[in-house]
C-alpha cells in the first residue's frame, strides 16, 4: 500500500523552497561567484545580478532600489528598524508605541529599550485582534518617536488598518514601521500607499531560503548603522552582500507578486477550513473572520491541550502548529490569544493552520477529518467527564 502523502499546513512558520528560486540561486553558487564589490569582470558581474534583484523587491512593494537593505531575517529587520531609529530620535522623543500581539522580534526589542530609558506603550487589540484606535490615539503625542505595529499578524493573522495607524503616527510626528513578515507574498504590500518610513520581511515566508530578510528605509528616514565597517547597503549594514539568497528573494517575491490572484483560491479553502473546524463543539475561531490572511486559520478547542493535539496530528501526517513557531519551545500560553481575552484554558487549545497555493481541497477535507477524529479521541481522555465539558464555562 502507498504511503499517504502528508500534508504541510505551518506555511506562517515556513515556506519551502520553489523550485525556480533553486534554479535562480543556482549560477550564483557556480558561475556568478565574484564579490559584488570587485571592480574586476567576475565582482562587476555578481554586482549586476545584486542591483537587479534590488531593483525587483522595490518595484513589487513601491519603493525606490536605494530603499531596499538586505539583512539575514525578519527579525534582524525588526530590531534595526526599532533600535536604529530610537538611536537617532531627537527633541525629546523617547517613547515608542507598540501592540500587545506583536511578534517577540518586536517585543523584546521593545522591552530592551525600556532597560536603556525609552518608555513603551502597548497597545491593546479587541477579541478579533484588532488595535484599539482609540487607545492609539491617547498615547500619541510630542514624545512618540515610533511607533511600531504588525501588518498581519503571525498567530491568527488579523490585518491591521496600518495606513489609518501610518497617519496617525505623521500627524504626532512619529515614525512608523511594521514588521510584514506575514503580509509580503500573501497580500499585495505597497509601502506608499501604506504610509510608512519602514517594512520588514523575510525571505522563507515566501518560498526562498531561511537566512535572507530585507528592510524597506524610506529615504530620508534617520536610522543608526547595523554594522559599521564597508560600503554595502549604502554603508549602513557592512559586510559582503549573500548574493545567492538576495537573488533568492527577489525570485521568490516575483513569484509570489505574480501569485496573489490565486489567493483567492487559498482564501477559499481557508474558509472551508475554518468552517469544518468550527462544526467541531466547543471551538472557537481566533481572530477576524474577513480582516485575516488568505492562508490562516486559528482555531481552539475546549478542554484539551494544542501540544496534545498537534503531536497526533504529526503522527497522522499532518504539519500544522500551537501558536507561533519562534516560541513554541514555550509551554506559556500565546500572549496574542491572551490580549484578545481568550481564557487561558481556550489559548492552551489552539491549533494555527496556514495554507499556501500547493495545498488543495482534498487535504483541507483531510484536515477536517483528522482534527475531528483527534479532538473527540483526546477529549474522551480528558480528566473532565463528559457531564462535566457539558456543564464547563465556554467562551463562545
Known amino acids: 500500500m502507498e504511503k499517504e502523502k502528508r500534508i504541510y499546513a505551518d ?19 557556480t558561475e556568478l561567484w565574484g564579490n559584488p564589490s570587485s571592480l574586476h569582470a567576475d565582482g562587476q558581474a555578481a554586482a549586476e545580478k545584486l542591483i537587479a534583484a534590488r531593483a525587483t523587491i522595490a518595484n513589487v512593494i513601491g519603493a525606490a532600489p536605494s530603499e531596499i537593505y ?23 522623543r523617547n517613547k515608542i508605541i507598540t501592540s500587545k500581539i506583536e511578534h517577540p522580534a518586536v517585543m523584546n526589542t521593545c522591552k530592551s529599550l525600556e532597560k536603556d530609558g525609552f518608555t513603551v506603550a502597548y497597545i491593546g487589540v479587541d477579541e478579533k485582534g484588532i488595535l484599539d484606535m482609540n487607545e492609539l490615539s491617547s498615547e500619541l503625542d510630542e514624545t512618540t518617536a515610533i511607533v511600531a505595529i504588525m501588518l498581519a499578524n503571525n498567530e491568527i493573522g488579523t490585518i491591521q488598518p496600518i495606513k489609518e495607524i501610518a497617519k496617525l503616527a505623521k500627524e504626532a510626528g512619529a515614525l512608523m514601521f511594521t514588521d510584514a513578515v506575514q503580509a509580503v507574498g500573501s497580500i499585495k504590500v505597497d509601502v ?62 516575483e513569484i509570489a507578486d505574480q501569485k496573489l490572484p490565486d489567493m483567492e483560491r487559498v482564501r477559499a479553502m481557508r474558509n472551508r477550513l475554518i468552517d469544518g473546524l468550527t462544526k467541531i463543539p466547543y471551538s472557537k475561531l481566533n481572530g477576524d473572520r474577513d480582516m485575516r490572511l488568505p492562508g490562516n486559520a486559528n482555531v481552539s478547542f475546549a478542554f ?62 483531510r484536515i477536517i477529518e483528522v482534527v475531528t477524529e483527534v479532538v473527540a479521541k483526546l477529549r474522551a481522555m480528558s480528566p473532565l467527564s463528559a457531564e462535566a465539558q457539558n456543564e464547563a464555562v465556554y467562551v463562545k
Open 70 to 92: 538586505f539583512t539575514s531575517c525578519g527579525s534582524e529587520s525588526d530590531n534595526w528598524a526599532i533600535k536604529g531609529a530610537a538611536a537617532m530620535a531627537k527633541n525629546g
Open 192 to 253: 506608499k500607499e501604506l504610509g510608512v518610513d519602514m517594512l520588514a520581511f523575510s525571505g522563507h515566508k515566501l518560498g526562498a531560503p531561511k537566512g535572507i530578510g530585507a528592510l524597506y528605509i524610506k529615504k530620508g528616514t534617520r536610522v543608526k548603522n547595523l554594522i559599521n565597517g564597508g560600503a554595502q547597503e549604502n554603508g549602513k549594514r557592512a559586510g559582503t552582500e549573500n548574493l545567492p539568497y538576495i537573488v533568492g528573494l527577489a525570485k521568490a517575491l
Open 11 to 29: 506555511n506562517a512558520a515556513t515556506t519551502p523552497v520553489l523550485p525556480e528560486v533553486v534554479e535562480a540561486m543556482l549560477p550564483c553558487f
Open 304 to 365: 484539551i491541550e494544542g501540544e496534545s493535539m498537534l503531536l497526533w496530528l504529526d503522527i497522522m501526517g499532518i504539519s500544522a502548529s500551537t501558536g507561533s513557531a519562534c516560541s513554541s519551545k514555550s509551554l506559556e500560553p500565546s500572549h496574542v490569544l491572551l490580549a484578545t481575552g481568550l481564557p487561558i484554558e481556550m489559548a492552551h487549545g489552539s491549533l494555527r493552520f496556514s495554507l499556501s497555493h500547493m495545498n488543495t481541497e482534498d487535504e483541507v477535507d
